[in-house]
């Protein structure tokens, strides 16, 4: 009989495991195809580059052949999912052993009748977050594109902002 329970248990992890698994790979690849189509900009990833690779050949590095966007509702709402997709895609594969790893806890505390928390609760929790994150960086992006530090392809236009940058997100070796 205990062989049969944990021979039915085995089954149900290896489910478990399969249907967080699929669930974070599709949900990467639907991130990475549509920031690689372009994120709702009207210019694929791939075009940008060749638009940023020739701006550069021509000695206009950081001009960019974009016109300025106008900051509509609409267009910082499109801005915050492009963000928010792109936090998605880059930050979920690294999140998704813990999602994996809290889901086998939860599997343990639901079997043992303690209180758990489903697994899509965890994961939401990660969104909410750089979901967070996305807001603030699409606020930054509107100001420092309205104040002419970034450029509409995001290149830095003053050498003092980009040293800035530099500086701020190097890591402190000495803390």
Request: charged share 10%; glycine share 10%; proline share 3%.
């Amino acid at each position: 009989m205990t062989v049969l329970v944990d021979a039915t248990l085995e089954a149900v992890v290896r489910r478990d495991q399969r249907v967080v698994v699929t669930a974070l790979i599709v949900v990467i690849a639907l991130s990475w195809t549509y920031l690689l189509i372009g994120a709702g900009m009207g210019v694929s990833a791939f075009e940008m580059t060749r638009m940023l690779q020739l701006d550069v050949a021509g000695g206009m590095a950081g001009t960019a052949m974009m016109t300025p966007a106008i900051w509509t509702p609409g267009y910082a709402v499109l801005m915050f999912f492009m963000w928010w997709v792109m936090m998605v895609a880059m930050m979920l594969p690294s999140a998704a052993p813990m999602i994996l790893l809290f889901a086998t806890v939860n599997r343990k505390q639901c079997e043992t009748g303690q209180p758990h928390v489903a697994t899509s609760i965890f994961a939401l929790g990660y969104l909410a977050v750089w979901a967070g994150f996305s807001l603030v960086a699409v606020i930054l992006q509107w100001g420092f594109e309205r104040t002419g530090i970034l450029s509409p392809m995001l290149v830095g236009t003053n050498a003092i902002f980009g040293g800035g940058l530099l500086l701020g997100t190097g890591e402190d070796r000495h803390a």
